[in-house]
């Protein structure tokens, strides 16, 4: 601190609060600030206390008592030096230190209520006398650490912004992402259909080819017999108009010949060709809808005992399956082609190429599972279901979630719970999709490259004491023509 800043600092001590003057007679009151006796004396009269009843000081507000006025000669040995040092004294201030426009006095205190810095003597008015008032350094203070809290309040909700913001974010993301989930299924949907049409179209085709050749053919042998008729009538005439011409003994030789031959000749009707077609080859009813286009690959499954988990039950026709609580008589005999531990059944179908459907009441079970699995796939042990191993799986948990088996698993959302599933089988396509039969929505779709024989794979889930007894029942399908299925 420079020597000119050490005086004025000690120059403040000297003066007095009140009367801004150096201080005369000095005492210190029970708060420990320091005024003139006299000053402090007249302060407590004006408040009308005359015995030793307790005031407010006017520096601090402290209660204080007159009893606990104690002379300080310290600091009247302070002010006496300072006065023969002959500093000057009293309101002189530093240029540029803020001065009370009323008073010409320094601004030490601040006003709680007018939020506003005063003079002392401002403290002392009738408008300040009943405010709370604190000294500008200490209000400062208070107020900083208002400041804070506030700062920190603002910079909690400019985090709780940042949050929503970064949440509000995500959802954009989300939606992008549903909706371009939506966008592939909507494009891979009419792609089936758009394969089955053209499917459909090249059949229709074919077999109006096939018709026009049949008709045409039965118009070419009728053109072909015409002709011939027509070649020997042509010839017929020719010879008699040639016989007419000739003299009588020319004209009458082999006339019982001739005449005989002109009386053979008989006009041969063809036969009737119908030009109307056997069939009306527009596009069928089945293929207005998705559901009844996949019909049109419909196979006929059945369930192969040889697979099935020792603790399962299959009906006598192999249509459907229900989870016993006790394992059979099949479990004394071991089958390397029979599940082990999950208690899993496959059809007796192998599919190898092509389009294939089939549908499986699922009813009210709380769990279980449908799909493919490769003819090749594990069956031992604990099997884990998911495309690296060879197995592609919808299933549904006993907790109400729908699953995909996919690594990692990709939980789904239905809004309609399915009685019966639909599965759709495209080989070369390498796609595996599954439908809600109920309200005809599709659900998921496994996409994949198929190598080697596959397989329906039909899974019951736990028993859970008996609540999941309720059987998976494969329904009625008719048999479909074409290769690139057989039955084991």
């Known amino acids: 601190m420079s020597l000119a800043g050490a005086l004025e600092r000690l120059q403040e001590e000297a003066i007095c609060p009140i009367c801004l003057e150096y201080m005369s007679e000095p005492v210190s009151i029970d708060c420990g600030h320091n005024f003139c006796r006299g000053c402090i004396a007249k302060h407590c009269q004006e408040k009308g206390l005359w015995s030793d009843g307790p005031f407010s000081c006017p520096q601090c507000r402290a209660s204080c008592h007159r009893s606990g006025f104690r002379p300080n000669r310290q600091l009247a040995n302070i002010v006496e030096s300072i006065r023969q040092l002959g500093l000057r004294g009293g309101t002189g201030t530093e240029p540029g230190t803020p001065l009370c426009a009323q008073h010409d006095e320094r601004l030490k205190l601040f006003c709680e209520e007018d939020e506003e ?68 299924r909507i494009v891979s949907e009419f792609g089936k259909l758009h394969r089955l049409l053209a499917d459909e179209e090249k059949l229709l085709l074919q077999k109006l080819e096939e018709e026009e050749k049949r008709i045409l053919l039965m118009i070419n042998e009728n053109l072909a017999r015409l002709v011939e008729q027509k070649f020997l009538l042509e010839e017929l005439i020719l010879e008699i108009k040639e016989k007419t011409q000739q003299p009588a003994d020319g004209l009458l030789k082999d006339m019982k010949s001739i005449l005989s031959r002109c009386e053979e000749v008989k006009f041969q009707a063809p036969k009737a060709v119908s030009m109307a077609l056997k069939e009306d080859y527009s596009i069928p009813e089945r293929c207005l809808g ?32 229900r989870r016993g609580s006790k394992k059979l008589l099949l479990s004394l005999f071991e ?41 090749s ?52 396509a390498g796609e595996i999709s599954f439908y809600n039969v109920s309200d005809r929505s599709h659900i998921y779709t496994f996409t994949d ?19 999941n007894a309720e059987p998976l029942v494969i329904s009625w399908v008719r048999d479909t023509q074409g290769t690139g299925c057989i039955v084991l």
């Not at 029979?338 to 009210?364: H, K």
């Not at 699953?403 to 759709?424: K, M, N, Q, W, Y």
């Open 117 to 184: 810095a005063i003079c002392v003597v401002c403290r002392e008015s009738l408008h300040h006398r009943p405010h709370t008032v604190y000294p500008i350094e200490e209000a400062a203070q208070v107020y900083k650490v208002k400041l804070q809290k506030s700062l920190e309040h603002l910079l909690k909700e400019a985090e709780d912004v940042k949050k929503r913001e970064s949440a509000e974010r995500m959802k954009t993301q989300e939606c992008k992402e549903t909706v371009k989930k939506k966008r592939e």
């Open 290 to 321: 998705m559901r009844d286009m996949l019909k049109n690959f419909k196979v006929d499954v059945t369930l192969d005992p040889e697979t099935a988990h020792p603790e399962l039950t299959l009906s006598e026709d192999r249509k459907s399956v």
């Open 335 to 375: 089958n390397p082609r029979r599940f082990s531990t999950a208690p899993v059944v496959l059809g007796s179908q192998v599919f190898f190429s092509g389009r294939r459907y089939w549908e499986v009441q699922v009813g009210d079970k709380p769990e279980w599972g449908l799909g493919l699995c490769q003819e």
């Open 377 to 428: 796939a594990s069956r031992k042990g604990n099997v884990l279901f998911s495309p690296n191993n060879g197995y592609w799986v919808l299933r549904l948990h006993n907790n109400g979630n729908y699953e995909a088996l996919t690594s990692p698993v990709s939980p789904l959302t239905l809004s309609v719970r399915p009685r019966r599933i639909g599965i759709f089988l495209d080989y070369e």
């Open 449 to 467: 490259k198929f190598s080697g024989n596959l397989r329906p794979l039909f899974f019951l889930g736990a028993f859970l004491g008996g609540r």
